[in-house]
């Protein structure tokens, strides 16, 4: 006959296990002997390895005490639905690894590739890196609203890279951002003309029709104002595009009346 300690050392588990699986009623608890002490025979011996088989398995507490009373085909059974639910579990796991392994990669979380590239093509051409943070906080409101476009939007986003007005806008957006204030304004202005004229050649090639993605506003005013509680300067920014005509940063729609 056994004690406690002597029958989990035998079965390769702890003390406290053996405890717990009486607790949850899986383990029979023996009565006290003489002695006071709990004794454990050869049958608890095989019903506590039969445990500990299972739940080194993976097969969850509450699941054992039926596969352990089962027969044959209920036993397979059982087994085949809970390798199920390992595999699940295991694909749920890759995933939050995946996820995780993304934290290391800055630009790359909650990003697709074609995004990363654009904003390393942003470095490229001397924007400063709260700009680029900026540019990838926008695009992660973007891929959480239109994941599948986003996609189809990225190399005419990148082709536009090429554009001269468009390095000289984030090179004056920087500016902007490391500017002391004095001039602040001398760039807010520049950079507004610089929108309002890519504004006018992208209305007059069409570039700047975004079909049904027009329609759903909230991504955009979420842009704009994402730029502004960045940078509260930029509100002044949307003031003098709209002067020029334009209303809007991120979905720039020309005004019906230009304002005096």
Request: charged fraction near 25%; aromatic fraction near 4%.
């Given at each position: 006959?056994?004690?406690?300690?002597?029958?989990?050392?035998?079965?390769?588990?702890?003390v406290r296990a053996v405890r717990h699986y009486h607790q949850v009623g899986l383990l029979p608890e023996p009565e006290r002997d003489a002695s006071g002490y709990r004794r454990y025979g050869a049958t608890a011996a095989v019903s506590l390895i039969r445990i500990r088989i299972l739940a080194n398995a993976g097969v969850p507490l509450s699941q054992i005490g039926r596969l352990l009373d089962a027969d044959a085909a209920t036993f397979a059974a059982a087994v085949q639905g809970i390798d199920r639910q390992l595999r699940d579990e295991i694909e749920r796991l890759e995933s939050s690894r995946r996820q995780i392994a993304q934290l290391a990669a800055g630009d790359r979380l909650a990003l697709p590739p074609e995004v990363v590239t654009y904003l390393d093509r942003l470095r490229e051409i001397g924007a400063s890196k709260r700009v680029v943070e900026g540019e990838r906080d926008g695009w992660i409101l973007m891929a959480a609203r239109w994941p599948d476009q986003i996609r189809e939007w990225m190399p005419s986003k990148i082709a536009q890279l090429d554009h001269p007005q468009v390095v000289r806008l984030y090179q004056v957006m920087s500016e902007i951002e490391l500017g002391n204030g004095v001039d602040d304004d001398v760039r807010l202005t520049e950079a507004a003309d610089l929108i309002a004229g890519l504004?006018?050649?992208?209305?007059?090639?069409?570039?700047?029709?975004?079909?049904?993605?027009?329609?759903?506003?909230?991504?955009?005013?979420?842009?704009?104002?994402?730029?502004?509680?960045?940078?509260?300067?930029?509100?002044?920014?949307?003031?003098?595009?709209?002067?020029?005509?334009?209303a809007g940063l991120a979905k720039l729609e020309r005004l019906a009346e230009p304002p005096d």
């Open positions: 006959m056994l004690t406690i300690g002597q029958l989990a050392a035998y079965a390769g588990v702890t504004a006018e050649q992208a209305h007059a090639s069409g570039e700047i029709d975004l079909g049904e993605v027009a329609r759903d506003n909230l991504p955009f005013d979420l842009l704009d104002a994402l730029a502004v509680e960045v940078d509260p300067r930029l509100q002044r920014l949307l003031d003098l595009v709209r002067e020029r005509g334009w």
